[in-house]
Nanobody, 115 residues
Framework: QVQLVESGGGLVQPGGSLRLSCAAS????????MNWYRQGPGEEREWVAG????????KYADSVTGRFAVSRDNNKNTLYLQMNNLKLEDTGVYYC????????WGQGTQVTVSS
């Protein structure tokens, strides 16, 4: 069964940190270009960060550059998103998926940044 399970979200104050996990099953995560997306309240899903399968090079949306870091653990078949210096506008449901988005979306994990 091919699936993605996000976890690690929660409630955090501005300036705080969270590390999100994306556990993949049914496929080898390291063979796919993987992305993190988020969807804020009343907003469309937007791309946040990604990591290339072959080079492991990472890329980030301008809004999170310098604050977020995407990585993966091939042994655990898990993708991570380290989020530092969180801002109110980072609030949303965070999802992971491969770049072509042919895998069904997981349930996402809620990140709420609030003072």
């Amino acid at each position: 069964q091919v699936q993605l399970v996000e976890s690690g979200g929660g409630l955090v104050q501005p300036g705080g940190s969270l590390r999100l996990s994306c556990a993949a099953s049914g496929f080898t995560l390291s063979t796919y270009n993987m992305n993190w997306y988020r969807q804020g309240p009343g907003e469309e899903r937007e791309w946040v960060a990604g990591i290339y399968a072959v080079s492991s090079r990472t890329k980030y949306a301008d809004s999170v550059t310098g604050r977020f870091a995407v990585s993966r653990d091939n042994n655990k078949n898990t993708l991570y998103l380290q989020m530092n210096n969180l801002k109110l506008e980072d609030t949303g449901v965070y999802y992971c998926n491969e770049a072509s988005r042919r895998i069904s979306w997981g349930q996402g994990t809620q990140v709420t940044v609030s003072s």
